[in-house]
């Protein structure tokens, strides 16, 4: 059921009527709305970003909450709002009531989302929409520049992938999901919404300020898309686009800066710039109703966006919530907000005024239906091109300049036949190329994965490839092997192939065929290698190690180095695993509450023994985490200085290969003065 809510005999945005409606139009209750401009509600009602700075928000969010409920709506209206969806329709005289959290009133003490009452705020025509063809079609969009501080916008593009394949599966239902992350710029978006037949909808997770969406320029720098912008660069996907999700307002600079200065690190400087140069900029409007209001009416769209600033985990649950409500449910937009937020609330909390954080656009709202069709579900298992890639790993932090960068080498116009992941052994080489092939999966014609063997003889390396490609591409490679003048003969078609094709080949690990000098270790290898990076075609190749070949075409193939994460990754990284995520500061605030479960007056010692001692290390993250999970509780304060030396003893024997237990041997030596707990 829905009702409808109107603003009428409107005097300003202290004082209108409210009339509330049924579906047939008859008229149930009004409310006089008059409200004091110089009261402390007020105020708190027009700014919420600075209410919420406040270090008793917590506390004074329900007596705002429960104003809310009395002043605005009143005692008739408020005892209709029960498991309804209320339309509030919005002309120019009454654009500013979607700038109000009226989402966070109580009513009787409970809260609109445990009534289970959505506010929509009615824009747009509500006019006819093309219908899902042969799938639903998804566009998730994700656009991290390099200069932002860290979202964790892949853990979040990672459960969003999860999520809708299991709903694709259990339901038999046909569900096109695309994903553009990683030079997120204008020119890639256009070429994807401008593709038959449409997208149905349109998910987009990034930085946002004040009506703009922060896209990506080719060098990874920031392009600040305005409202106007964006609705041209979406235009020819309207007669389709049935739904945007706008994740626009998330950031970690809140966090970050939060949880370093009580680390005592010295990043937390340049984290605090950033964070309050967001909040600055915010300060004034909030950042996505004119972004969301646009998309709403110039695109005819239903549009769920941020009101606020909101914790990343929050948005990504709130997602994980909504999507099965939509597509397996078949609930409407409307609907499945509602059943979906208490969910995310318990699972996610945020601040007091987390329920009003997500606001609903589009006229269409109450009655939008986005059920996939059925699909019919392949169990062909050559099929699944990427069945002998390793897993896409479930977090991976940082790295966006150096994944933006690499995928435009993955281009067809770039000029490169492929790209180097350079780094020392732990840093992520792997981890990159993975992340980059999986992203590029659904654009090339086939994929292929390879580890370079270790151990054995030197041939060995070949015969390993070609069993790799037998399997993967059906690459009668094996044959080549017989002697030199085979392979020689054999060079000329490959190269034909990888000319005429577009296949992705990644080689992990290619300094374990080199010497110390980067020359190869079998000459073969010195025959074969040109071939692969050079070669002029459509095909490429993903390398990765340590140490690059000699013969290396620096020309043909994009050298990438992979440093180790900077201090902000860190924490970021240290947030999306449980178990460290328990030393990190309880840091209270509109983005952040909840966030870590430390002690938020204490030092910060063994949180910033652990950051140091890990050195931006993934494969050391990782070692760390299995350590700490092991301790019935976050470890006591300590007072003794970083010792240095066992940083470098760590990396040390990363380098050596040493094995994990070594490794988590060696972390707990370090961390012996942290007593008994360790």
């Known amino acids: 059921m829905s009702l409808t809510l109107t603003a009428v005999d409107v005097v300003g945005p202290t004082r209108w009527r409210w009339l509330l409606t049924d579906e047939a139009g008859a008229a149930l209750a009004d409310h006089q709305v008059d409200l004091d401009r110089d009261s402390a509600e007020y105020a708190a009602l027009r700014d919420m970003v600075a209410f919420l700075q406040r270090d008793d928000q917590e506390r004074t969010a329900a007596d705002l909450a429960a104003w809310i409920g009395r002043a605005v709506f009143g005692a008739t209206i408020g005892a209709r709002l029960r498991d309804v969806v209320v339309i509030v329709p919005v002309s120019p005289e009454t654009a500013f009531l979607p700038a109000y959290p009226l989402e966070m009133a109580t009513v009787d003490g409970r809260s609109l989302a445990e009534r289970r009452v959505t506010l929509v705020y009615g824009l747009g025509s509500a006019g006819p929409k093309q219908p899902v063809g042969a799938s639903l079609r998804i566009l998730a969009l994700y656009s991290m520049p390099t200069r932002q501080l860290p979202l964790a916008l892949r853990r979040e593009r990672y459960e969003l992938t999860r999520t809708l394949q299991r709903l694709a599966s259990s339901s038999r239902r046909a569900i096109e999901l695309r994903i553009l992350q990683y030079g997120v710029t204008r020119e890639r978006l ?36 305005s409202t106007e912008d964006m609705i041209e660069l979406l235009a020819p996907t309207r007669p389709s686009l049935k739904l945007v999700n706008l994740s626009v307002c998330h950031s970690g600079a809140d966090t970050a800066a939060e949880v370093l200065r009580r680390t005592g690190l010295p990043e937390a400087d340049e984290a605090r710039q950033v964070a309050d140069a967001e909040r600055a900029a915010t300060a004034a409007h909030p950042p996505t109703i004119g972004l969301a209001q646009g998309l709403a009416t110039e695109l005819d769209t239903v549009v769920l966006a941020m009101r606020y600033a909101v914790a990343d985990r929050f948005a990504a649950e709130l997602s994980a919530q909504l999507y099965p409500q939509l597509f397996a449910n078949h609930q409407p937009v409307a609907r499945a907000v509602a059943l979906a937020l208490p969910t995310a609330l318990r699972n996610a909390p945020v601040a007091a005024s987390s329920a009003a954080v997500p606001v609903l656009f589009g ?20 099929a699944e091109r990427m069945a002998w890639f390793e897993p896409e790993p479930r977090t ?56 370079a063997p270790r151990d054995g003889d030197l041939r060995d390396s070949l015969k390993s490839l070609a069993d790799a490609w037998q399997v993967q591409l059906d690459l009668p490679f094996a044959d080549a092997l017989a002697g030199e003048a085979a392979l020689v003969a054999f060079l000329p078609r490959l190269r034909a192939l990888l000319q005429q094709r577009s296949l992705l080949l990644v080689l992990d690990d290619v300094d374990a065929l080199l010497t110390s000098a980067g020359t ?68 209270a605030g509109p983005a952040r509450s909840g966030t870590g479960g430390g002690d938020p007056t204490g030092d910060g010692e063994p949180l910033r023994r652990l950051l140091t001692l890990t050195g931006g290390y993934p494969a050391l993250i990782d070692v760390a985490e299995e350590v700490v999970a092991q301790l019935p509780a976050p470890p006591g304060d300590a007072t003794d200085a970083i010792d240095a030396e066992a940083h470098l003893r760590l990396l040390t024997a990363l380098e050596r290969g040493a094995d994990r237990n070594a490794l988590i041997a060696g972390l707990r030596d370090a961390l012996a003065d942290h007593g008994e707990a360790l």
């Open 396 to 451: 991976f932090v940082g790295r966006t300049a150096a994944l933006a960068s690499a995928s435009a080498a993955l281009r067809p116009d770039s000029g490169r036949n492929g790209v180097l992941f350079l780094g020392r052994h732990g840093i992520g080489t792997t981890s990159c190329a993975l992340e980059l092939a999986y992203r590029h999966k659904d654009l090339m014609e086939g994929l292929a994965w390879w580890r």
């Open 190 to 225: 256009r070429d994807i919404v401008e593709e038959a037949p449409g997208w149905d909808v349109l998910h987009v997770s990034a930085h946002g300020l004040l009506g703009t969406l922060l896209l990506e320029l080719p060098d990874g720098g920031s392009d600040e898309v």
């Open 520 to 587: 190869w270790r079998d000459p073969w290898w010195s025959r074969l290698f040109p071939v692969l990076t050079a070669h002029g075609g459509d095909s490429r190749v993903i390398l990765t190690g340590s140490l690059a070949p000699a013969d290396l075409d620096t020309g043909r193939v994009q050298v990438q180095p992979v440093p180790p994460m900077n201090m902000l990754e860190r924490v970021q990284a240290f947030a999306e695993r449980d178990a460290l995520n328990r030393l990190l500061p309880a840091v």
């Open 363 to 382: 006229a269409a709202a109450d009655r939008l239906v986005l059920a996939p069709p059925k699909g019919v579900i392949t169990l062909d298992p050559y």
